[in-house]
């Protein structure tokens, strides 16, 4: 498959796929005139690199990643559901502090004590 086809199959831009290409993290084999040709293997770690790189994983975590072999591995993937983990927490108080304003009786959010409560990280741990 072509490069152009790849791209879009995974949903990234072309030159992304080159710049994985140039680190080593997916390299397709190259066609007789040198273009870059995605096997079916290939499109399978380049959607497994796409789904660690939305979950937030940078290349170099990816890498360890993709071998279950690697030293590190399960160190990284822990540090990633932490860091999702505290995400969710953000995003639920957000979701809390907005369900919230909407019934919110204070004709300015900042004359709520409520209100004003959110985004408190309270005192440290
Ligand atoms: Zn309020």
Do not use: K, N
Request: some cysteine; proline content about 4%; glycine content about 6%.
């Amino acid at each position: 498959m072509r490069i152009a086809d790849a791209a879009r199959e995974i949903g990234v831009a072309e030159h992304v796929l080159r710049h994985w290409d140039d680190i080593g993290a997916v390299s397709p084999e190259r066609t007789a005139a040198g273009h870059r040709d995605y096997s079916d293997e290939h499109l399978h770690r380049l959607r497994v690199l796409r789904a660690c790189q939305e979950v937030g994983m940078s290349l170099a975590e990816i890498r360890l990643v993709l071998h279950r072999d690697e030293s590190g591995r399960t160190e990284v993937i822990t540090r990633q559901r932490e860091h999702l983990r505290a995400q969710r927490e953000r995003l639920e108080d957000a979701e809390r502090f907005l369900a919230h304003v909407i019934d919110c009786r204070h004709d300015l959010l900042t004359r709520c004590p409520e209100c004003s409560l959110y985004g408190d990280p309270g005192p440290p741990a």
